[in-house]
């Protein structure tokens, strides 16, 4: 058998490249796909179960609702955010910037603590599977472009969103890490008192949204962290942390997300403002951290001390 001519084998490689690619690709629809039946089933089973009067006043079959009917046995309709996101994934050419693996990691707290207040850094084409995975729930968009907030919202009215802006640039990471020692970053019981004790992590000007409920779960996937004049994610990982610091005692754990740990801002960053004691778990590039309230004990170190 004669050997492969060098286009020959260039052509093979590519095809192979190719279906890779292709493989990927569905595998990652697939779990946006499951993520959304999952979703449904649960959403099915509440319906169906629930009931407006005690036990003993109604039949047990009397108090089974379809999911798929109202009373009068007209169609019931599909949560919004879901069926947006059903028909976006869909038709789209396009995926999340995470991987299968990475999505599954937050996948797997929100089905347990869902539906619940997320707080999202970045606006991307993963928004509206999380806004669906979290129907019932808050979930709010921190976006450092306004064009693109705009640019997103015509085509997904029903996402909130909000512009920030960022003052820090990545060039200024070194400088900004040392704060990790400072009473004014580390010293404050909340975010508004570090932002008066001019902690330059301490992000100003957030909208109103970001004061209104307690966040359960919050996700850095933004901002801009990959060319020296973008303002880096440490602002944003460092609010991460203070809005858990900060979480009511009552109201449990607080499980942070922080998506690219490869890159030098969010491996140095995550760890020195989010700890490496309540790091819950890595997949790929998603690291998730678990941190208990500090609302109780201000002042006191963002990591326990060893």
């Given amino acids: 058998m004669s050997m492969l001519s060098p286009v020959h084998a260039r052509k093979a490689l590519h095809l192979v490249a190719m279906k890779a690619k292709l493989q990927s690709f569905l595998g990652l629809r697939l779990l946006l796909v499951a993520a959304l039946a999952a979703f449904l089933l649960l959403f099915s089973a509440r319906t169906l179960f629930s009931s407006s009067s005690s036990p003993g006043q109604r039949s047990a079959a009397s108090q089974l609702h379809l999911s798929g009917a109202g009373d009068d046995g007209s169609c019931s309709k599909l949560p919004a955010p879901v069926a947006d996101a059903l028909v976006h994934y869909a038709t789209s050419n396009t995926t999340p ?73 990545l060039t200024e990471a070194d400088e900004l890490i040392a704060l990790r020692d400072h009473p004014g970053c580390t010293a404050q019981p909340d975010l508004a ?36 004049e973008a303002p ?43 700890c490496d004691a309540y790091l819950a778990e890595q997949v790929g590039r998603i690291r998730h951290f678990v941190i208990p309230s500090h609302r109780e004990k201000p002042g006191t170190p963002f990591c326990p001390q060893n």
């Avoid at 100003?204 to 966040?215: D, K, S």
């Fill in 97 to 169: 910037q995470q991987t299968a693996a990475e999505i599954g990691v937050s996948l797997r707290v929100l089905q347990r603590r869902s539906p619940c207040n997320f707080l999202v850094f970045g606006l991307g084409l993963d928004s509206p599977m999380w806004a669906a995975l979290n129907h019932g729930g808050r979930t709010v968009f921190l976006e450092e472009d306004a064009s693109w907030i705009a640019s997103v919202r015509s085509k997904h009215p029903g996402l909130e969103s909000y512009h920030v802006v960022y003052d820090t640039r």
């Fill in 193 to 228: 008192a570090a932002a008066e004790a001019s902690c330059r992590l301490a992000l100003r000007g957030l909208p109103a949204a970001f004061h209104e409920v307690e966040w359960d779960l919050v996700m850095v996937d933004a901002p801009t962290g990959w060319v020296p």
């Fill in 232 to 274: 880096g994610r440490m602002g944003a990982i460092y609010t991460a942390g203070m809005v858990a610091r900060a979480r009511r005692p009552g109201d449990g754990a607080t499980d942070v997300f922080v998506h690219d740990v490869d890159r030098t801002v969010e491996d140095r960053f995550s760890k020195a403002f989010l």
